[in-house]
Structure formats: C-alpha cells, structure tokens
C-alpha cells in the first residue's frame, strides 16, 4: 500500500511560479507511473503530467513547456513544477501512482483517472490576472 501526501499549492500571480511536492511512503513498487492530475471547478480531472520510474516524462498540450515534472526517488517525492503560470492553471490538483508489474501494459498517455487507486489528497493552486 502506497500514501501519497501533497504540497505546495496556494496562490500565485499570473507569470509566476509553484512547485507541488508529493511525498510517497509504504510499498512503493520499483516500477511505476506518477501522474499529475488536475481538477478546474465544474470540469473533470485531466492529466497534465506524468513521470515513469525511468524518468520519462509526458505532458499535456496545455502545460507544456510551462510545467516539468521530476522525482527524488532517494525520496521517494515527485515533484511538479510550475511556471508562468495561467488563470486557467487555477485547479485542484492531484498527484496519482501506479505500479506496473512486469509485462502490465503502460496506460497510454493521457491516463485516464480511473487508470489509478493511489491519490493524493489534493492541494488547491489559485491564479490571479
């Protein structure tokens, strides 16, 4: 059983930057999926980043070279950093793990939410114009 606990959100100003923490504890299987999910009000839960146990990364359009996924696995903390950031950055967002057994098919990107049980418990990012 693996627990993720997030941090770092708050609020920013347009152009600026955050960074997300998701500290990981327990079983934590050496071959993974970390995604970053977010949730705007009124919308569903969409992927904006992902990191593989490799250290591959994957990215929605929208966040693209705005926003870089990493990881300390000495940690066990992933981390998500965010620049020039966006009013319609504004969400909740949500870190989300997977572990991938040998010869488990990757979810294809973007994951879907339902792709993963392992959530963090959200961290609110609030930008303002």
């Known amino acids: 059983q693996v627990q993720l606990v997030e941090s770092g959100g708050g609020p920013a100003q347009t152009g600026g930057s955050l960074t997300l923490s998701c500290a990981a504890s327990?079983?934590?299987?050496?071959?993974?999926?970390m995604a970053w999910f977010r949730q705007a009000t009124g919308k569903d839960r969409e992927a904006v980043a992902s990191i593989r146990h490799t250290g591959l990364t994957n990215y929605a359009d929208s966040v693209m070279g705005r926003f870089t996924a990493s990881q300390d696995r000495a940690k066990n903390t992933f981390y998500l950093r965010m620049n020039s950031l966006k009013p319609e950055d504004t969400a909740t967002y949500y870190c989300?793990?997977?572990?991938?057994?040998?010869?488990?098919?990757?979810?294809?990107?973007?994951?879907?939410?339902?792709?993963?049980?392992?959530w963090g418990q959200g961290t609110q990012v609030t930008v303002s114009s």
């Open positions: 327990g079983d934590i299987y050496p071959v993974y999926l």
């Open positions: 989300a793990f997977k572990a991938i057994p040998e010869d488990y098919p990757w979810p294809r990107w973007p994951p879907r939410p339902l792709d993963f049980r392992t």
